[in-house]
């Protein structure tokens, strides 16, 4: 299996946040930095694997606009769920992380990156017929159905049955926006959760890393000896790593 560095593509550094610049919610904004692992094989083709980068990629860009801006408080879930004392177990490590890896914002991290975020979620349950969180409501958390269902309800409309392995709320671990939807449980539901602040922290120490990964790698290349720190610096913070299946 091959590997390959490639950058982004910003034309002319446009998207590199300025000194005094406002930073936006959502876009606008250039990333600290992009180093994704991948799959270790599959069948993926190199668009979709470059479209799986660009998502993690947006994923790390709001991380980095969110600091220190964030109102989010910590002290407060604002989901309707009891957190449940539960040592995790190896089997539940390995679920959870194959369950994360059907999100875009966790596809394409480590497997030692996902197990640092396996180890800071919790444990919660909903009971038969209660919401987890209503349309408009604030969100802080993302969740991860171990054991029962959940209906997804859009303006009073049923769109979706969630079950076993499913996640939902990723939107909340990256924007200070209301839930799009309502979730209500079928049956008594248990759930893995990890709150904003502590995806955040994780996140941003594994971009901090992966910046001076790139930066290293860079300046042990030939081609870019003759570009200034900032130049590199800024190359550093738009590189990404492709992973291709033999063949």
Known sequence: MGNCLASKGDKGGENTPRKGQKQGDIDGEAPKQMVNHGKKGGAEDDTAQLDRNKDITRVKKNIKIKRGQNQYQPDILYENVERISHDIKSNDITFIINSLKNSFVFYNLSPNDLEN???????????????????????????????????????????????????????????????????????????????????????????????????????????????????????????????????
């Open 117 to 247: 975020i396996v180890s800071k979620m919790f444990y919660c349950a909903v009971n038969a017929n209660e919401y987890v969180f209503k349309q408009g409501d604030n969100a802080s958390s993302y969740f991860i159905i171990e054991k029962g269902s959940l209906d997804v309800i859009i303006n009073e409309k049923n769109v979706k049955t969630l079950k076993s392995r499913d996640g939902f709320g990723e939107l909340a671990l990256l924007y200070n926006a209301p839930r799009s939807a309502s979730i209500k449980a079928r049956e008594k539901t248990y759930m893995w959760g990890i709150d904003r602040q502590t995806f955040r922290k994780a996140i941003e120490e594994l971009t901090d890393k992966e910046y001076e990964e790139n930066r290293k790698f860079i300046e042990g290349i030939t081609f870019f000896s003759q570009m200034t720190n900032q130049q590199k610096d800024g190359i550093a913070g738009v590189l990404i790593s492709l992973k291709f299946a033999p063949g």
